[in-house]
T-cell receptor, first 116, second 118 residues
Framework: AQSVAQPEDQVNVAEGNPLTVKCTYS??????LFWYVQYPNRGLQFLLK??????LVKGSYGFEAEFNKSQTSFHLKKPSALVSDSALYFC??????????????FGQGTTLQVKP | GAVVSQHPSWVICKSGTSVKIECRSL??????MFWYRQFPKQSLMLMAT?????????EQGVEKDKFLINHASLTLSTLTVTSAHPEDSSFYIC??????????????FGPGTRLLVL
């Protein structure tokens, strides 16, 4: 069965420092991986996705993620954090057994706190 | 990008009443919509997949008679929480897939509806 794990409930980083939010996955076959961000009382906003191609994926708001097949990871990164990046981040994988409906399986979420 | 709206954004109701939440795709036709439930500081749990013109597919453990889903048009899906109880209080989020966008992975999320059952 497909699954996604985000091992950190919360990540704290100072503004201007690089940030990493970790994600590991377990899928059968080739993974389709996603990162979403959620601000308080809001829906999810798409950040980036990996389907195929370059292992380093660039997305919205300066975020990027590196797909590592050997480590089954898809960590989200940003070179220089902003206070406005503080939010809840979700990693997700497409459920390949979903009969092509596009169903996503989400990790448990990681709260990113960027301090001034 | 594509926009998905939800209405209402929040609702408070008495125990035993029914509540309907609407999910609309504003600038595209969505053949498939998804309904999620999110508890505070927890992940999104998929409740059901809503397909236009057919019955919804419910995830294991989700009561279909409790959470009625109707996807009567290509731009509207509704979730009705019947005979709501305090344990149904949660944040409900819908998403919609634009079939014209290449790739099955493109989902657009609504802003969510917070339900509080007293």
């Amino acid at each position: 069965a497909q699954s996604v794990a985000q091992p950190e409930d919360q990540v704290n980083v100072a503004e201007g420092n690089p940030l990493t939010v970790k994600c590991t996955y377990s899928v059968s076959g080739n993974p389709y991986l996603f990162w979403y961000v959620q601000y308080p009382n809001r829906g999810l906003q798409f950040l980036l996705k990996y389907i195929t191609g370059d292992n380093l994926v660039k997305g919205s708001y300066g975020f990027e993620a590196e797909f590592n097949k050997s480590q089954t990871s898809f960590h989200l990164k940003k070179p220089s954090a902003l206070v406005s990046d503080s939010a809840l981040y979700f990693c997700a994988v497409r459920d390949v057994g979903s009969s092509n409906t596009g169903k996503l399986i989400f990790g448990q979420g990681t709260t990113l706190q960027v301090k001034p | 990008g594509a926009v998905v709206s939800q209405h209402p954004s929040w609702v408070i109701c008495k125990s035993g009443t029914s509540v309907k939440i609407e999910c609309r795709s504003l600038d595209f036709q969505a053949t498939t919509m998804f309904w999620y439930r999110q508890f505070p500081k927890q992940s999104l749990m998929l409740m059901a997949t809503s397909n236009e013109g057919s019955k919804a597919t419910y995830e294991q453990g989700v009561e279909k008679d409790k959470f009625l889903i109707n996807h009567a048009s290509l731009t509207l899906s509704t979730l009705t929480v019947t005979s709501a109880h305090p344990e149904d209080s949660s944040f409900y989020i819908c998403s919609a897939r634009d079939p014209t966008v290449r790739g099955l992975e493109t989902q657009y999320f609504g802003p969510g509806t917070r339900l509080l059952v007293l």
